[in-house]
Structure formats: C-alpha cells, structure tokens
C-alpha cells in the first residue's frame, strides 16, 4: 500500500537556525496537511492545501512559518528562526478527492530537536 | 467551533482486561469520527470510523467504538487486551466541512 513519506526523520537544529521538512504525499491525493504534534498531546493542524492552493493556514505561525506546494504534489515546510518551543513531531498527511476522502493517511513524521 | 476531549491520560491494564476509552466532542452539527492509533516508533493509523448508520463500528485488531449522538461520545471498546496493544489512541472529529481536530491521546500500557 503506499505511503506518505518525510524526510528527515529527526532534525537536531539551535535556536534561531532555519530548518525545513518535506513531504510527498501518496499519489493522486489531491488535499495535504501539515500538523504539529506537541509530546503528549494530539496533533494540532498547521496548514491545509488543497492541490497547490492554500486551504487553511489559521493556525500557521506566520512570522516564522512558511509551507509551500508548488506543483500540487510534494510539499515544504520551513520554520525560520527556530525557537525552543518549536520542538515537536512534525506530521504530514494526504487525503484523496475520492473513494476514501473522508481518510486521512499519515506519514512517520519528522521529529524537531531546537537545542 | 470543535473540540475533542479524551476521559483518560493513561490507562494500565493486564492482558485479557476489557478496555474503554472515552472520547467526547463538542460540535452540533453532522460529524464523522475517527479513532486513530499509534503504535511506539510507528506513525499515526487508523483503528476505526464512523460517518453514518449503524451507530456501533468495528474496526481492526478487535476494536469497535460507540457513536452516542446524544451524549456527544465515540467510545472506543476491546473486550480483552493484548500486549501489543500497548500504543497512544487518538479521537479526532470531523464537522461538515471542518477540518479534522484530535484529542490530546490516551496512552494505554498493557502488561503481559
């Protein structure tokens, strides 16, 4: 079955360092998300795309968060500065247009070190 | 706006125990609802759903869960336990045309 894939799968930065994940979502799904998950707590959605549109970005922030789908598949996402509260499990997940839209399908996620 | 509350932080059970996990939401119009798992090391999977019918779900692995629309709950239920149980377990809701919110988790730890 596929799979969303992240890369890298643990990122170690310092404070005020820019980092970057990326996500490629499973074929054909259409609509992507990128979540925060906080240890301990569940995941909290960062942006939506729908194609290479952004959908939803209400609880971005935008000051130091940037995420970006050029091309409708594969997607980035940029903290820059990094700040110590930004250490979390960065998850991605695709859904598709039909069949099993109402499915989210996750990737393993990135896990973020800000030192 | 919606939200999702998980009764239990941490859960301990001893293989063959029953287990109930509570989950209410808070949204008042038509909801899908969904548990998630996630295994230690492993990405988020999902266990079960519920979008619409008969108000008792089954899912993988022996789960089932209860949509109670009148007490706004999707209680997951596995009547005995495994070790490889052990896992975090996420309730998470979808409003029409709402984007999806989980719960903060319950972490379950089954001894063997």
């Known amino acids: 079955e596929a799979e969303v894939a992240q890369s890298p799968r643990y990122k170690i930065t310092e404070k005020s360092q820019a980092v970057a994940f990326w996500c490629d979502p499973i074929?054909?799904?259409?609509?992507l998300y990128w979540y925060r998950q906080i240890l301990g707590q569940g995941p909290e959605l960062l942006v939506q795309?729908?194609?290479?549109?952004?959908?939803?970005d209400s609880q971005l922030p935008k000051d130091r968060f940037s995420a970006e789908r050029l091309k409708g598949v594969d997607s980035t996402l940029k903290i820059q500065p990094a700040e110590l509260g930004d250490s979390a499990m960065y998850l991605c997940?695709?859904?598709?247009?039909?069949?099993?839209?109402?499915?989210?399908?996750f990737g393993p996620g990135t896990r973020l070190t800000v030192l | 706006a919606q939200s999702v509350s998980q009764h239990n932080h941490h859960v301990i059970l001893s293989e063959a125990a029953s287990l109930e996990l509570g989950c209410n939401y808070s949204?008042?119009?038509?909801?899908?609802l969904f548990w998630y798992v996630q295994y230690p090391g492993q990405h988020l999977q999902l266990l079960l759903k519920?979008?619409?019918?008969?108000?008792l779900v089954k899912g993988i692995k022996g789960f089932e869960a209860e949509f109670i629309k009148s007490k706004f709950s999707f209680n997951l239920r596995k009547p005995s336990v495994q070790w490889s149980d052990t896992a975090e377990y996420f309730c998470?809701?979808?409003?029409?045309?709402?984007?999806?919110?989980f719960g903060p988790g319950t972490r379950l730890s089954v001894l063997p």
């Open positions: 519920y979008f619409s019918g008969d108000p």
């Open positions: 998470a809701v979808r409003g029409y045309g709402q984007n999806f919110v």
């Open positions: 997940a695709s859904r598709p247009v039909s069949g099993r839209a109402n499915e989210q399908f």
């Open positions: 949204y008042g119009g038509t909801v899908n």
């Open positions: 074929s054909g799904h259409a609509t």
């Open positions: 795309f729908q194609d290479e549109s952004v959908v939803d």
